[in-house]
């Protein structure tokens, strides 16, 4: 493992091209089944260490146009039943993913998020992270701890790849709540985030921490500066955003796969 580097606006290791193999991370089966069928990918067995968590594995070969795909799902809590989102599931989930190996050139975290109209986003707008993933709930009054706390980790440099997939550029921010607190909207305001969900920056942690470079891209399903509430956007606009999801992950899949 390699020592973290909080660096806003620096790229992480460079992306290999051509890229062979990926790891994506998602937090709901519901987000990742339209890409795991166009995948059809493979469920394979976590880690025997891991074999009584949540995490979810499966595999996609190598084509003639795709890397190999390791896709990664948080899965179901056993005691309640309900998907695991946010960032202690995704960081779980990162892990035993990694601990599967070998070892992916890239790491993307994929999936759904808020956006704010006043950032120009609308339902269905889809990010590539850049230039970094921050963390917008983490509030640790200590001397030396706030670098830590914002929790800014370089994404990935996929800029080249935003106007072919007709996606935004944009920071992606990170916190274990669906709605948007007073305090966090502070946060938000302050970090330039635009993208605001509950795994990424917890996946980009782990990812730093094992020195591969890391990646995101999200949809929007809800507007946080909208009238209605977040809950129902979302729930409303899940099936639409992961279909989104789906035709642009694999075609950044696909473009990876070829030289620059």
């Known amino acids: 493992m390699t020592n973290v580097t909080y660096a806003p606006g620096v790229p992480s290791t460079p992306v290999p091209a051509p890229v062979r193999r990926v790891l994506v991370v998602m937090a709901?089966?519901?987000?990742?089944?339209?890409?795991?069928?166009?995948?059809?990918?493979?469920?394979?067995?976590?880690?025997?260490?891991?074999?009584?968590?949540?995490?979810?594995?499966?595999?996609?070969?190598?084509?003639?146009?795709?890397?190999?795909?390791?896709?990664?799902?948080?899965?179901?809590?056993?005691?309640?039943?309900?998907?695991?989102i946010g960032t202690t599931a995704a960081a779980l989930t990162t892990q035993v993913a990694l601990a599967a190996g070998p070892t992916p050139d890239l790491v993307l975290t994929v999936g759904t998020c808020g956006g704010w109209a006043r950032a120009g986003a609308s339902i269905g707008t889809t990010y590539l992270a850049w230039?970094?993933?921050?963390?917008?709930?983490?509030?640790?009054?200590?001397?030396g701890f706030q670098a830590f706390a914002d929790g800014d980790l370089a994404a990935a440099d996929l800029r080249s790849h935003a106007s072919a997939?007709?996606?935004?550029?944009?920071?992606?921010?990170?916190?274990?709540?669906?709605?948007?607190?007073?305090?966090?909207?502070?946060?938000?305001?302050?970090?330039?985030?635009?993208?605001?969900?509950?795994?990424?920056?917890?996946?980009?942690?782990?990812?730093?921490?094992h020195?591969?470079?890391?990646?995101?891209?999200?949809?929007?399903?809800?507007?946080?500066?909208?009238?209605?509430?977040?809950?129902?956007?979302?729930?409303?606009?899940?099936?639409?955003?992961?279909?989104?999801l789906q035709s642009t992950t694999l075609a950044l899949l696909h473009r990876l796969a070829g030289p620059e």
Do not use: Y
């Not at 230039?131 to 001397?143: A, E, K, M």
């Open 28 to 84: 709901m089966e519901l987000e990742a089944a339209p890409l795991r069928g166009a995948l059809g990918a493979v469920d394979v067995a976590p880690p025997e260490w891991a074999a009584a968590l949540p995490s979810r594995l499966a595999v996609a070969p190598a084509t003639a146009s795709r890397p190999e795909v390791l896709l990664a799902v948080n899965g179901t809590d056993p005691l309640t039943g309900v998907p695991c």
């Open 131 to 143: 230039p970094h993933f921050s963390c917008h709930d983490r509030r640790i009054d200590l001397p």
């Open 165 to 209: 997939l007709g996606c935004e550029l944009g920071i992606v921010t990170t916190g274990d709540s669906l709605d948007e607190s007073p305090t966090d909207r502070e946060r938000i305001l302050a970090n330039g985030g635009v993208a605001k969900e509950m795994e990424a920056a917890a996946v980009a942690w782990i990812a730093h921490l």
């Open 211 to 244: 020195g591969i470079p890391v990646g995101g891209v999200k949809s929007v399903t809800d507007l946080v500066d909208a009238d209605e509430p977040t809950a129902a956007q979302f729930t409303a606009n899940l099936e639409a955003a992961s279909s989104a």
